[in-house]
């Protein structure tokens, strides 16, 4: 079983920066690919970033067009860490953060909920304006 536990949501301004951090434990984390999700009150659950292999082990990243560029997803193998750097956040980034991790490495449909087998708790973001 992998247990993921996400951290470093808060209140921040508008323009202001937040890390996630999400720690897993239970099994090899370089294992999985990892990903975030946020979901809004009222809204379905989004992807956001995504850190996969190819089948020739080539590491990609993946990132929703409305965050491409202000966040960065990334990952410590020996800490077993996933981290999501949010960067210029806006008042409609605010939602509740997930991690997930999936056991498929390759994870070619990365931004649908039903490819990943493991979720955290989530961790609130609130953007004020």
């Known amino acids: 079983q992998v247990q993921l536990v996400e951290s470093g949501g808060g209140l921040v301004q508008a323009g202001g920066s937040l890390r996630l951090s999400c720690a897993v434990s239970?099994?090899?984390?370089?294992?999985?690919?990892m990903g975030w999700f946020r979901q809004a009150p009222g809204k379905e659950r989004e992807f956001v970033a995504a850190?996969?292999?190819?089948?020739?082990?080539?590491?990609?990243?993946n990132y929703a067009d409305s965050v491409k560029g202000r966040f960065t997803i990334s990952r410590d193998n020996a800490k077993n860490t996933l981290y999501l750097q949010m960067n210029s956040l806006k008042p409609e980034d605010t939602a509740l953060y997930y991690c997930?991790?999936?056991?498929?490495?390759?994870?070619?449909?990365?931004?649908?909920?039903?490819?990943?087998?493991?979720w955290g708790q989530g961790t609130q973001v609130t953007v004020s304006s």
């Open positions: 997930a991790a999936a056991s498929d490495r390759t994870l070619r449909s990365y931004s649908f909920p039903f490819s990943y087998n493991y």
């Open positions: 850190s996969r292999w190819s089948g020739d082990k080539t590491h990609y990243t």
């Open positions: 239970g099994r090899t984390f370089s294992a999985y690919a």
